[in-house]
């Protein structure tokens, strides 16, 4: 049997999951949280909780790992459990992913990055995942194969809610841009890497198209038939410095690698493209449940 033992079994992780139960693959997914447990086994996942489970059982009869759980300041916290078990169990995984981001390439001005850029993060978070990219790199003969991530968005993740209510911004900063992923695409990457597994691979997970982030709020807002928000001056604009850190890098993300290698093609290309299925799917969905009462 197929086993997939997911760490930090989240947004990204859920997505991949509901790929792979209909084929037939066993799922343990971990959380820090009891009151997730019930959640996760509804979905079909067996849920553990971790750090507080003792994983090592499972992690023996697993086939396939993945890898969601961010690393802090003390570094990865999946390593910091369970090393040795990874360096005993590494012999026989057949695929282990980590997902890591984007903000380890840190800021180029827009400019373009791949894979093979030097890795020079500029803030707290992007230093630590690439720390933690490299404590996983020197286990020795694990098939690790690294996912990097940007902007996720998707069901219940978008700017729809926002514009809804008023709290969407247009911040704008001349020649800043980001790249997005649907999370459907994550998940359809995740897969064809199993299907492909290649150990050591690096791969970016990014759409077609980098954009200002006013862009996107400008066409969801058309898509409500909404005025968009005020634009905003980022040198002016009040912002909390979480807020304001998400501005701190710009740059536009090759993701020729995921088409070529794995041979995926993209079911959202553009934010265009997936916000606009995202608020189909929104439509249906309040249709149906409306329908239902």
């Known amino acids: 049997m197929t086993l997939l033992l ?5 947004y990204s992780a859920r997505a991949l999951t509901r790929l792979l139960l209909p084929e037939g693959w066993q799922v343990h997914g971990t959380t820090r949280s009891e009151e997730k447990a019930p959640g996760l086994a509804a979905s079909g996942v067996i849920p553990h909780i971790f750090p507080r489970a003792d994983l090592a059982p499972v992690l023996a009869r697993a086939t396939h790992v993945l890898i969601s759980a961010g690393p802090d300041a003390e570094g990865d916290p999946v390593l910091r459990e369970m090393r040795e078990a990874f360096v005993a169990a590494a012999p026989r995984l057949e695929w282990v992913g980590y997902l890591s981001t984007t903000g380890v390439y840190g800021d180029h001005a827009g400019g373009w990055v791949g894979e093979e850029t030097p890795l020079t993060p500029s803030t707290r978070r992007g230093q630590w995942r690439a720390e933690a990219e490299a404590q996983w790199q020197t286990i020795p003969g694990l098939p690790l194969h690294i996912f ?10 978008g700017p729809f809610a926002k514009v809804r ?7 704008l900063k001349p020649g800043q841009v980001f790249s997005r992923i649907h999370v459907e695409d994550i998940a359809q990457v995740l897969a064809a890497s199993i299907a492909r597994p290649d150990p050591g691979a690096v791969y970016n997970l990014c759409d077609d198209e980098a954009a200002p982030p006013e862009d ?32 701190a890098e710009s740059k536009r993300v090759r993701n020729d690698r ?5 041979g995926v093609q993209l079911l959202y290309p553009d934010y265009r493209s997936g916000l606009k299925a995202l608020l189909e799917e929104e439509t249906r969905a309040g249709a149906e449940s409306g329908a239902a009462r």
């Open 6 to 10: 997911s760490f930090g079994h989240g």
């Open 148 to 157: 990097r991530l940007a902007g996720i968005y998707g069901p219940g993740r």
């Open 165 to 171: 209510a008023g709290k969407a911004r247009r911040i």
């Open 216 to 247: 996107v709020i400008t066409y969801a807002a058309g898509l409500l038939g909404v005025d968009p928000p005020p634009e905003e001056d980022f040198r002016t604009a009040e912002m909390t410095p979480m807020a304001r850190s998400f501005y």
């Open 258 to 262: 995921i088409k070529e290698e794995l």
